[in-house]
């Protein structure tokens, strides 16, 4: 009797125990999420970058800056970064990411995030900010003013070739 009497406190104690250990966290993590905001904000001002390359340079110019419009009514805004030169800032929501243009071997203009954690690519049509951490698009289909141009042009020209 004495030995369930003791297994049932030392029960109750390891449930009480593991409770206060899962709320603990529980009451932590807005507290996190509070304070990470502020760090993202101050660390692409306080980060040093390294002086872009002539190719970087070269990047930078074929950057399309301005507001691009997106899926499900999102934007980004695309500006050069006012402090390093070859380097440009993208805004989407509430983060900015400075990023490194870098012009790839297919034509496209990527534009990597200095952190690692996102990436934009710029296409002929169309440009996409990811997460390369998590694996996933953040926002697709944002398109530029000159993008729908191009867009536009390519479909008058393959609406006047006649069909074989």
């Not at 603990?24 to 002086?51: V, Y």
């Not at 402090?83 to 440009?88: A, C, D, L, M, Q």
């Not at 934009?120 to 440009?127: D, E, G, R, T, V």
């Amino acid at each position: 009797m004495i030995r369930i009497a003791a297994l049932a406190a030392a029960l109750a104690l390891t449930s009480v125990s593991a409770l206060a250990q899962q709320a603990a966290p529980a009451e932590k993590k807005p507290a996190a999420t509070k304070k990470a905001p502020a760090k993202k904000a101050a660390a692409p001002a306080a980060k040093t970058l390294a002086p872009a390359s002539q190719e970087q340079l070269m990047a930078a110019e074929r950057t399309y800056f301005g507001e691009y419009e997106c899926d499900f009514k999102q934007t980004i805004q695309i500006a050069m970064n006012p402090k390093s030169p070859g380097y440009v800032d993208v805004a989407f929501k509430k983060a900015i990411y400075t990023m490194k243009p870098v012009l790839s071997s297919t034509g496209a203009l990527r534009l990597e995030d200095v952190t690692g954690r996102t990436l934009l690519i710029q296409i002929a049509n169309k440009s996409m900010l990811m997460d390369v951490k998590v694996g996933q698009r953040l926002v697709d289909d944002c398109v530029h003013e000159k993008q729908r141009e191009t867009a536009m042009a390519v479909k008058q020209q393959q609406a006047s070739q006649p069909i074989n």
